[in-house]
């Protein structure tokens, strides 16, 4: 089985401009969650969503934004980027929400904002 | 709310010896508890988890861990340390009972160095 993909792996966007990051989970896996991995902050949770609809949703402000396709890939958006945006986003799979199921991640999107 | 804390930024251990990342926890119902690791410029991988039952939890690689309710500690460990262990390591925890069901929180992570 094909492990989770993000695309692109790596971006360059400048203060104010707006990004769109791709995620395809595991084949079979209907949820997915976003995270922002920082040195500072650490891993920190953006949104999770399953069938189409977003679960649960961290501490972001409301320039971060997401949604799930039938086909359960995901995207998330970041509109008027700021520097601090800078980071890893990486996106993790699992077959549904919760519970004792493991999330499997992907290499992540490696986004740069000068 | 629930939290996770991993008390120690970094750990350096000799190749050959045992090792110990630690992970306390808090939450308000039971905790589902996992551990990943990842190597650089890469995501995270699984290593283990724990659900329910036996406090001695077998993962990948070799990795095992140790529940314990008293303490709220789910700390990670192996008999004996590859270079190749070398990574960063976090901890997470989800809570079966709140507000946050099915969130998953990690901890700030531990920086493991295996020395030749």
């Known amino acids: 089985k094909a492990g989770v993909t993000q695309t692109p792996r790596y971006l360059i966007k400048t203060r104010g401009q707006q990004v769109t990051l791709s995620c395809s989970p595991i084949?079979?896996?209907?949820?997915v969650s976003w995270y922002q991995q920082t040195p500072g902050q650490g891993l920190q949770f953006l949104f999770e969503?399953?069938?189409?609809?977003?679960?649960n949703k961290g501490n972001f402000p409301g320039r971060f934004s997401g949604r799930q396709f039938s086909n359960s890939r995901s995207e998330m958006n970041v509109s008027t980027l700021e520097l601090g945006d800078s980071a890893l986003y990486l996106c993790?799979?699992?077959?549904?929400?919760?519970?004792?199921?493991?999330?499997?991640f992907g290499p992540g999107t490696r986004l740069t904002v000068l | 709310a629930q939290s996770v804390a991993q008390p120690e930024d970094q750990v350096n251990v000799a190749e050959g010896n045992p090792l110990t990342v630690k992970c306390t926890y808090s939450?308000?119902?039971?905790?589902?508890l996992f551990w990943y690791v990842q190597y650089p410029n890469r995501g995270l991988q699984f290593l283990l988890k724990?659900?329910?039952?036996?406090?001695l939890v077998k993962g990948s690689y070799g990795f095992e861990a140790e529940f314990n309710k008293s303490q709220t500690s789910f700390h990670l460990k192996k008999p004996s340390a590859l270079v190749s262990d070398s990574a960063l390591y976090f901890c997470?925890?989800?809570?079966?009972?709140?507000?946050?069901?099915?969130?998953?929180?990690f901890g700030q992570g531990t920086i493991l160095t295996v020395h030749p």
């Open positions: 939450v308000s119902g039971n905790p589902y």
């Open positions: 724990y659900i329910t039952g036996d406090n």
């Open positions: 084949s079979g896996h209907r949820s």
């Open positions: 969503y399953f069938s189409e609809t977003q679960r």
């Open positions: 993790a799979s699992s077959l549904v929400p919760g519970g004792y199921n493991e999330q499997f």
């Open positions: 997470a925890v989800r809570d079966t009972g709140g507000t946050s069901y099915g969130k998953l929180t």
